[in-house]
C-alpha cells in the first residue's frame, strides 16, 4: 500500500484522512461517515428542489441502509461486552458474513430485551423505521444495483421516494440509534 499513488497522504496535510489504526475504525465510527455522505446528499438534492434526485436517491439510500447496518453491528458488539459483564451468554452472531438487516435487527432486539428491560422500549420506537428499511433493502443490494441476482429489477412496486419524508424519517432514525448506543454504553458503565 506505500507505493499506492491514489490512496496516499499528501499535502495539504488538512485533505488527509485518517484511516485505519491512525484513526477510530469500529462499526459506529463507519457508519456516522455513511449518515453524513447520505445527509449531504439527501440536503443537496432538497435544497436544489430536487436537483439530480432520480440519481442520488440511490446512494441516499444505500449510505442509510449501510449506516444501519454498521449501526447495529456496533450495537450488538455492544451488548456482548455486557452480556460478559453480565454473565449471561449470548448465542454468536456472525457480523462480517451477516448484511441481512432484518436478521440483524432481530438478533439485537431479541437479546438486548434478555440483558436489560430498559432495551424494550427503545427497540419499540426503532422497529418501524428499521423493519422500513429492512423490507426494502434486506442485503444492501436494492440501492446498490438496479437488477437483483436473479435479473429482477428492483423497486418495481415502489415508483417514487419522498425525499423531504426520507430526511425526516432517517434523521428521527438517527437520533434514536444514537439513544440506543449510549443506553448500551450506560449500562457496561454501571
Same mark, same amino acid.
Request: hydrophobic residues 35%; glycine residues 2%; proline residues 5%.
Given at each position: 500500500f506505500m507505493n499506492n499513488q491514489t490512496f496516499k497522504g499528501a *499535502?495539504? =496535510?488538512?485533505a488527509n484522512a485518517c484511516v485505519g489504526d491512525n484513526g477510530y475504525p469500529n462499526y459506529i465510527e463507519y457508519s456516522k461517515g455513511y449518515s453524513k455522505a447520505s445527509n449531504l446528499l439527501l440536503n443537496y438534492v432538497l435544497n436544489s428542489k430536487g %436537483? $439530480? /434526485?432520480?440519481?442520488?436517491?440511490?446512494?441516499?439510500? !444505500? $449510505?442509510?441502509?449501510h449506516s444501519? %447496518?454498521?449501526?447495529?453491528?456496533g450495537a450488538i458488539e455492544e451488548i456482548t461486552k455486557l452480556s460478559k459483564i #453480565? #454473565? +449471561?451468554?449470548l448465542p454468536t452472531? *456472525?457480523?462480517?458474513?451477516s448484511h441481512n438487516i432484518g436478521n440483524i435487527w432481530t438478533y439485537f432486539k431479541k437479546n438486548? $430485551?434478555?440483558?436489560?428491560?430498559?432495551?424494550?422500549?427503545?427497540? #419499540?420506537?426503532l422497529n418501524n423505521t428499521i423493519s422500513d428499511f429492512a423490507n426494502i433493502d434486506p +442485503?444492501? &443490494? =436494492? !440501492?446498490?444495483?438496479? @437488477?437483483?441476482?436473479?435479473? &429482477? &429489477?428492483?423497486? +418495481? %412496486? &415502489?415508483k417514487v421516494i419522498n425525499c423531504v419524508a426520507l430526511k425526516s424519517k432517517f434523521a428521527e432514525l %438517527?437520533? @434514536?440509534? *444514537?439513544?440506543? /448506543?449510549?443506553?448500551?454504553e450506560s449500562l457496561i458503565d454501571e
Open positions: *499535502d495539504p =496535510t488538512w %436537483e $439530480n /434526485i432520480d440519481h442520488l436517491i440511490y446512494p441516499i439510500c !444505500f $449510505n442509510m441502509r444501519i %447496518e454498521l449501526r447495529l453491528k #453480565k #454473565k +449471561t451468554p452472531f *456472525d457480523l462480517i458474513g438486548a $430485551n434478555l440483558l436489560d428491560i430498559r432495551f424494550t422500549k427503545l427497540n #419499540k420506537v +442485503t444492501g &443490494q =436494492t !440501492f446498490r444495483y438496479p @437488477n437483483s441476482n436473479a435479473k &429482477q &429489477q428492483h423497486l +418495481t %412496486e &415502489q %438517527e437520533h @434514536n440509534l *444514537d439513544d440506543l /448506543i449510549r443506553l448500551t
